[in-house]
């Protein structure tokens, strides 16, 4: 099994930053992709931004630009760097990794940007 730990969540006023994080840890031999899905209140969840095991990025139009993705494999961990917030960026934040065939979800933590 793998647990997710995710941080970094809260408010924030428009234009203002925050970044997320996500541990990885339990039965890992290695991880492929890592990532952030959101989803606000009456939206499907989308995905944010994902990172491969060797380094490739992508980013859902609405944040480019504004948001960068990165890890750290020696420590299991992703990191979500949010730039400009919007009011539209406002929703919870689901970090995920895919291990082999399988994909693990965190808990979620809630971004709000106030304006």
């Known amino acids: 099994q793998v647990q997710l730990v995710e941080s970094g969540g809260g408010w924030v006023q428009v234009g203002g930053s925050l970044t997320l994080s996500c541990v990885a840890s339990?039965?890992?031999?290695?991880?492929?992709?890592m990532g952030w899905y959101r989803q606000a209140p009456g939206k499907q969840r989308e995905l944010v931004a994902r990172i491969t095991s060797i380094g490739r990025t992508n980013y859902a139009d609405s944040v480019k630009g504004r948001f960068t993705i990165s890890r750290d494999n020696a420590k299991n961990t992703a990191y979500l760097q949010m730039n400009s917030l919007k009011p539209e960026d406002t929703a919870v934040y689901y970090c995920y990794v895919a291990v082999r065939d399988s994909i693990y979800w965190g808990q979620g933590t809630q971004v709000t940007v106030s304006s």
């Open positions: 339990g039965s890992i031999f290695s991880i492929d992709a």
